[in-house]
């Protein structure tokens, strides 16, 4: 007896970004609200992760290259835990404002870059990557910065900071199209 084959049909590629972001930004804000020992080693994972694919795209380009990498992905993770845990009563608004400047200048620079994008920003590196997504991703962070100071009671000079402290690896892959 023969099998039918399955109807297959197109996935939608920010549907599947999409869905995949929720599930991991849940998992980050379920961690950073418990602080402590799950928010530590969520980190230590998330660095150790950043660290392997650092090693494996520099594979062959020498030992400097390799303790770049290390501290690319050390110094962003101590960052995290410093602000967390670190900085007192304002830790945890402080540790959201930072991933949601982050996450704003991700979503930002997509939309914008996917709507608007004409001008390649490094086409050797990225080639669907925008000037004009950049922008888009620096105008998110500060928007959605700015109204999360605002709304929590921190400190206003971060509202001259949001633009300066997004992501600055995913500010350069701002997209037009993924």
Same mark, same amino acid.
Do not use: H
């Given at each position: 007896?023969? $099998? *039918?084959?399955?109807?297959?049909?197109?996935?939608?590629?920010?549907? +599947?970004?999409? +869905?995949?972001?929720?599930?991991?930004?849940?998992? =980050? #804000?379920?961690?950073?609200?418990?602080?402590?020992?799950? /928010?530590?080693?969520?980190?230590?994972?998330?660095?150790?992760? &950043? /660290?392997?694919?650092?090693?494996? +795209? &520099?594979?062959?380009?020498?030992? *400097?290259? =390799? &303790?770049?990498? /290390?501290?690319?992905?050390? &110094?962003? %993770?101590?960052?995290?835990?410093?602000?967390?845990?670190?900085?007192?009563?304002?830790?945890?608004?402080?540790?959201?404002?930072? /991933?949601?400047?982050?996450?704003?200048?991700?979503?930002?620079?997509?939309?914008?870059?996917?709507?608007?994008?004409?001008?390649?920003? %490094?086409?050797?590196?990225?080639?669907?990557?925008?000037?004009?997504? @950049?922008?888009? !991703?620096? *105008?998110?962070?500060? #928007?959605?910065?700015?109204?999360?100071?605002? !709304?929590?009671?921190?400190?206003?000079?971060?509202? #001259? #900071?949001?633009? @300066?402290? $997004?992501?600055?690896? $995913?500010?350069?892959?701002?997209?037009?199209?993924?």
């Amino acid at each position: 007896m023969a $099998r *039918a084959s399955a109807v297959r049909r197109p996935v939608n590629d920010l549907a +599947i970004r999409s +869905i995949s972001a929720v599930g991991m930004a849940v998992v =980050a #804000l379920m961690a950073a609200v418990v602080g402590g020992y799950p /928010f530590a080693i969520l980190v230590a994972a998330v660095a150790t992760g &950043v /660290f392997y694919e650092w090693t494996r +795209i &520099v594979r062959g380009w020498g030992m *400097a290259s =390799a &303790v770049a990498g /290390f501290f690319y992905a050390l &110094v962003p %993770a101590l960052a995290l835990l410093w602000i967390r845990d670190r900085s007192g009563e304002d830790g945890l608004p402080l540790l959201l404002w930072a /991933f949601l400047i982050t996450w704003a200048t991700d979503i930002g620079a997509y939309f914008v870059g996917r709507s608007f994008g004409r001008r390649k920003l %490094a086409p050797s590196i990225s080639p669907n990557k925008t000037v004009e997504g @950049l922008w888009g !991703g620096v *105008a998110a962070a500060a #928007l959605f910065g700015a109204a999360w100071v605002w !709304g929590t009671g921190l400190n206003p000079a971060l509202l #001259l #900071l949001a633009p @300066l402290f $997004r992501s600055p690896r $995913r500010q350069a892959t701002c997209s037009r199209a993924a």
